[in-house]
């Protein structure tokens, strides 16, 4: 079966295809028909929310009254791919709402085969930075799916991004109060619920933040050191042209050594965090001229109550495993 422009429209997304079908009639008669095809897609607009599962559950009320009443509840899911499908896609999109993010320009190849969705070199714009992406997507039920992705995002707007994403608004909650530019490059993978959101204890991977001119500006966390050392210019830190390696396992983030220069001092930081805001992060503070000498910190509590103290003892927080494996 072949298309040559073939004009389709759901809801409010628009379809234009150019491509092929094959074993179609095998699909429709047979439980077991695997459709398979390839085609090229173009959109003005795709409204991929629209595509979400919806379940109806039945609920029981009680009157003071009457017996028990049954209602019907809609409840919202994934977005669920057949196992029956063996397609490939070159797409192209000038506009995508995805989840509460607007994603423009996007362009890559996809397949769906077995129920799983595979993205490579996929490529968008989001909130005015380019961003390129490989990504695995498969819905294990209306209610559960499993993701995995490689992103890369190139010098993206720090500010912007904690307002608009909130993904990255959960993971980087510390990000609240800096402003500047950074880059990011990691691998992702885990569940997600039936709001599409990320389950934190089942996310693991790893990557590299790089930052260019962040201002660190109210930190509660800087804010706490400053006023514990007695030393007033570390309050609000300048951060250019470092790179923060992390890793992510049962709802902690590790965060390796880093090492940045701002008046005069030579902080070093390394330790973990939770993705619900607690902290475990040692900290040496390096003093002016020779940054020879240091002071040793710890920092425990939550990011918006801080605790500081001298020495670099602390107890490991504590790892959420995911109930789901």
């Known amino acids: 079966m072949s298309f040559n422009t073939f004009l389709a429209s759901y809801g409010q997304s ?35 929310d629209e595509f979400m599962s919806q379940t109806t559950v039945n609920t ?6 009457t017996a028990p009443a049954s209602t019907a509840k809609t409840e919202t899911g994934v977005i669920v791919i057949p196992p029956n499908l063996d397609l490939q896609f070159i797409a192209n999109a000038q506009k995508v709402n995805f989840n509460g993010l607007t994603l423009k320009n996007a362009k ?12 490579h070199n996929t490529g968008f714009d989001l909130i005015g930075c380019n961003v390129t992406m490989d990504a695995t997507y ?6 559960n799916t499993q993701f995995g992705y490689h992103i890369k995002a190139n010098e993206f707007d720090i500010k912007r991004a904690y307002n608009k994403v909130k993904i990255f608004r959960e993971m980087a909650s510390a990000a609240e109060k800096a402003q500047g530019i950074i880059s990011l490059d990691y691998t992702l ?15 693991t991977g790893n990557g ?7 201002k660190m500006y109210g930190m509660k966390m800087f804010s706490s050191v400053a006023k514990k050392t007695d030393k007033e210019s570390i309050k609000n830190p300048e951060l250019n042209k470092v790179d923060i390696k992390t890793s992510i396992k049962n709802n902690i983030i590790t965060v390796e050594r880093f090492k940045f220069k701002f008046a005069g001092f030579r902080p070093r930081i390394e330790g973990t965090s939770s993705l619900v805001g607690r902290l475990n992060l040692k900290m040496r503070l390096g003093l002016p001229p020779l940054r020879i000498l240091g002071i040793p910190l710890t920092i425990t509590g939550n990011k918006d109550n801080p605790k ?3 020495g670099r003892q602390s107890e490991d927080l504590e790892e959420t495993k995911d109930s789901i494996q």
């Open 14 to 48: 628009d379809f234009k295809l150019n491509g092929y079908l094959r074993n179609v009639f095998n699909y429709i008669t047979s439980k077991d028909g695997v459709l398979k095809g390839s085609f090229t897609m173009s959109s003005k607009f795709i409204n991929a």
């Open 60 to 65: 029981n009320e009680t009157k003071s009254t």
């Open 189 to 203: 993978k885990g569940r997600l619920n039936e709001n599409i959101e990320p389950v934190f204890p089942s996310l």
């Open 308 to 310: 500081i103290k001298l």
């Open 108 to 119: 890559g190849s996809l397949q769906m085969k077995n129920g799983l969705l595979t993205m």
């Open 208 to 214: 590299v933040i790089s930052v260019k001119n962040v």
């Open 138 to 143: 498969k819905s294990v039920s209306p209610k």
